[in-house]
T-cell receptor, first 115, second 113 residues
Framework: AQSVTQLDSQVPVFEEAPVELRCNYSSSVSVYLFWYVQYPNQGLQLLLKYLSGSTLVKGINGFEAEFNKSQTSFHLRKPSVHISDTAEYFC?????????????FGKGTKLSVIP | KAGVTQTPRYLIKTRGQQVTLSCSPISGHRSVSWYQQTPGQGLQFLFEYFSETQRNKGNFPGRFSGRQFSNSRSEMNVSTLELGDSALYLCASCPGQVTYEQYFGPGTRLTVT
């Protein structure tokens, strides 16, 4: 079974500072990896995904993530955050061999950008 | 294309009642998944439907059920509601194996009193 651990439940950061949100996963088979963002009272929006190929993936709103197979990590980064980045961020895995598109999510990290 | 739509957006029910939530996927998407989001348990997978067939089911009691229609619209039903069923129920649609990207609706906020 797959599991996802987001190591920080809350991350405060000053505006224009860099940020890294950490995600580790546990799986005995290859998985696909995703980061989603959720703004208050809204659904989830896909930021970026890793299926294969380059381990550094770029997403929307200036976010990027790096897949590290040896460390089973998929950390999300942004070099300079804005107030509008305040939201909750979820890391998720999908096992492509399962015959379904089920996502397994981490518990989420609440990013608070301080002016 | 229009996004994933969910109705109703908000719902208040009493313990013991049943409820039906609806989800309309993005046009052309044949996969619809449902998730329950609570502060304590986070995002948990309920079930996934593909071309009217349930392909996978999460670890929820039988009170939770769903179905998908030939136009890919999906409904989920919860019978004999309990206080613990209060949650945000999210629906997601997926175009298929090329991207594996799931597009989420805004959710239905269910409150059980």
């Amino acid at each position: 079974a797959q599991s996802v651990t987001q190591l920080d439940s809350q991350v405060p950061v000053f505006e224009e500072a860099p940020v890294e949100l950490r995600c580790n996963y546990s799986s005995s088979v290859s998985v696909y990896l995703f980061w989603y963002v959720q703004y208050p009272n809204q659904g989830l929006q896909l930021l970026l995904k890793y299926l294969s190929g380059s381990t550094l993936v770029k997403g929307i709103n200036g976010f990027e993530a790096e897949f590290n197979k040896s460390q089973t990590s998929f950390h999300l980064r942004k070099p300079s955050v804005h107030i509008s980045d305040t939201a909750e961020y979820f890391c998720a895995v999908l096992y492509p061999g399962a015959g379904s598109y089920q996502l397994t999510f981490g518990k989420g990290t609440k990013l608070s950008v301080i002016p | 294309k229009a996004g994933v739509t969910q109705t109703p957006r908000y719902l208040i029910k009493t313990r013991g009642q049943q409820v039906t939530l609806s989800c309309s996927p993005i046009s052309g998407h044949r996969s619809v998944s449902w998730y329950q989001q609570t502060p304590g348990q986070g995002l948990q997978f309920l079930f996934e439907y593909f071309s009217e067939t349930q392909r996978n089911k999460g670890n929820f009691p039988g009170r939770f059920s769903g179905r998908q229609f030939s136009n890919s619209r999906s409904e989920m039903n919860v019978s004999t509601l309990e206080l613990g069923d209060s949650a945000l129920y999210l629906c997601a649609s997926c175009p298929g194996q090329v991207t594996y990207e799931q597009y989420f609706g805004p959710g239905t906020r269910l409150t059980v009193t």
